[in-house]
């Protein structure tokens, strides 16, 4: 398998995007859409105020099969009552309309602004001639549903004679307890509907399930994978280690392009009690304000990861067996400081990408997690949100 | 009851604190000292790196008295081995020499940079002499113990015949699990050994354990109480009222100083299912970088009040019976967004108080958490911050 310099749409789907009022500049709608009706799986936020489109969404994905997605940003759909109801279903109507497939076979995405009603009209006005303007480039797709996002995320992946291609947003706002903001995992190899489902739970725990920006969890979280079938079957295996490698690749997209963000930070925990251990060590080291402040900062501060390790006082740590090592220096080992070259950290921590592994030498447990820095731009970005 | 304009000391309690050499400039060594020996009681922090002086400390406490307590700022004493055990016992024998009093009697603390020895040579000359220059103000303790604080801090409280005050500190890495992170409440009330501790966990658990600025837990947290009875006897519930109302009065004093903090926030959620889900919704509220940034940025913003309280979704929250004020002003109802007058809301949190309360009529429970706003001041201050 190797990731393809340029992301392509698997064979039999197409997209477009388009700018149809929400946002003052800027693609705000896009459509994806399947010739073939694709096998489709879906996870969503587990958070207790879903948006409209996550409680249809897991609805219209019960039945494992879909031929199309349409998603806009700027406006959530998130705390609108029945209102909101009635737009996320003519959104749906409008896609089934224009593109003449089954309404229960679309499934829509919202993202954005919380509490307030989406502007139907403009959806319903921006999805009318799509159908004649579609791309085969899924950074099109990519573009309408950016948010805070810097850049449009797609990639794709060859395994065997299939493709598989993620087009993905997600700047803050991210703590996914089931997935990321939005992303859409397209693909033309031929896997049931069983095999699918299992397939997106496993691959999403080791990747959007392990990114964080900012602890802070969305409402509208939606993780969805379609597969047509039309490049026919592959091994399970060996479609499921590539898959897992291309969620993973989106995670360290989004991450580094979290809010504000300068640099990519990961944390792995090794040795572990058990795997929940590693899972809940390695979120705490991502999550800390400090561990994310020193990352932007350049500093190989010890403090604070025995702090953030520390503070999980329901994990077993044996401090005496434990060693942290940071982009690859040993810091920390028999209960005290190592001896390291500081200067020569320093400057690899300056570069884009902050790397801490801890060994607990307790289990055989391990995890690891995606994050970013803590800047200056995270908080000017997030200040100056006007939800009005 | 009542706040004194100027914090005074108990009778019987004397303090002073001196520069050692540990700073470059500013006091960095504090002793407070009773006359009479005190009944005591601690809390110390759950983190599972704690420092010398927290283990140390934990068996000098057991026997409910004591004398003296000598705190250093600048280096923690955390990650240090044997070396730093030897520092720390150092440390008070140090104290019981030039005070006279039985080494048993002193309890130690520590603050500041982790995984770096004590200079002992500069703590034991910087105690020698302290006798002399003893002080009757509190504020000359609360100087010595300052780290990133902006100013130090004492307040007293005058409850019938007793006075109780109490010394602090603490600016980041602030999220305790039992307490913040230097707490001294001196009194010379005549409190006997059992109930002093169960009042100390009791107003601890409603305060600095309601407390987070940025939901990381230091290694040294401690709050120490030492009751010298010169006073005479008092009215139980009458002295843990007073007790109570003035560590929330610190704990707001702590949030509102937290590092880069511009403004006191705090999350009051009622009605919860019970005190648990109170506690861990006003937590979330109090914790959410999103609803920090909105309080900086005084923006109302109802979406990322829904969020912080949808993530706890082992909470139990019914969306259609929950409203949310800000400001005293209502903001969300009836599963929609409410009709106030922004223009006067935003001009209200934009003072240096924003206070957000929940009314989730889904039971009795209640709690109340005390937090501070996240700025760029935070974020400059914490990736500046050199770790050696």
């Not at 149809?20 to 500049?25: F, N, P, R, T, V």
């Not at 805070?148 to 997600?170: E, F, L, Q, R």
């Not at 994990?315 to 400081?337: F, L, R, W």
Request: hydrophobic share 40%.
């Amino acid at each position: 398998m190797k990731i393809l310099e340029r992301p392509i749409m698997p064979d039999g789907f197409e997209c477009a995007s388009v700018n149809c009022g929400l946002k003052d500049e800027g693609k705000d709608l896009s459509v994806i859409v399947t010739k073939e009706k694709a096998n489709a799986a879906g996870v969503f936020t587990k958070n207790l105020f879903p948006g409209v489109p996550v409680v249809l969404g897991r609805k219209i994905i019960e039945k494992g099969e879909l031929r199309a997605i349409v998603a806009n940003s700027k406006i959530s759909n998130v705390g609108t009552g029945d209102l909101g109801i009635e737009n996320a279903k003519r959104t749906a109507k409008a896609v089934a309309l224009e593109f003449d497939i089954p309404v229960e076979d679309v499934i829509m995405s919202s993202t954005g602004v919380i509490a307030m009603q989406l502007k139907i009209d403009l959806i319903e006005n921006g999805i009318k001639g799509l159908s004649e303007v579609m791309s085969k480039n899924p950074v099109v797709a990519a573009e309408g549903i950016m948010t805070t996002d810097t850049y449009p995320k797609a990639i794709s992946i060859k395994v065997n004679d299939a493709v598989i291609t993620i087009i993905g947003k997600g700047s803050g706002m991210i703590e996914p307890d089931m997935a990321t903001m939005l992303v859409y995992i397209l693909t033309d190899a031929k896997i049931d509907k069983a095999d699918l489902s299992k397939m997106l739970k496993d691959a999403v725990k080791d990747s959007f399930n392990m990114l964080s920006v900012d602890t802070d969890t969305s409402t509208s979280d939606t993780c969805l994978i379609l597969a047509n079938g039309l490049s026919g079957d592959i091994d399970k295996n060996t479609f499921f280690d590539a898959l897992k490698f291309a969620c993973i690749k989106m995670t360290e997209m989004l991450a580094r392009d979290g809010e504000g963000a300068s640099k990519l930070l990961t944390a792995e925990v090794n040795g572990a009690k058990n795997e929940s251990e590693a899972r809940i060590l390695s979120k705490s080291l991502i999550n800390s304000p400090l561990i994310k402040t020193m990352a932007y900062g350049a500093d190989p501060n010890i403090g604070r990861i025995l702090m953030a390790l520390g503070k999980c006082n329901e994990c077993h740590i044996i401090p005496e067996k434990m060693e942290a090592v940071i982009n690859g220096t040993i810091v920390y080992q028999d209960s005290n400081k190592a001896d390291f070259d500081e200067d020569n950290l320093r400057k690899s921590i300056s570069g884009n990408k902050v790397s801490i592994t801890i060994n607990l030498n307790v289990g055989s447990g391990s995890a690891k997690a995606y994050g970013c820095d803590l800047t200056q731009g995270y908080v000017e970005e997030n200040a100056a949100y006007y939800s009005s």
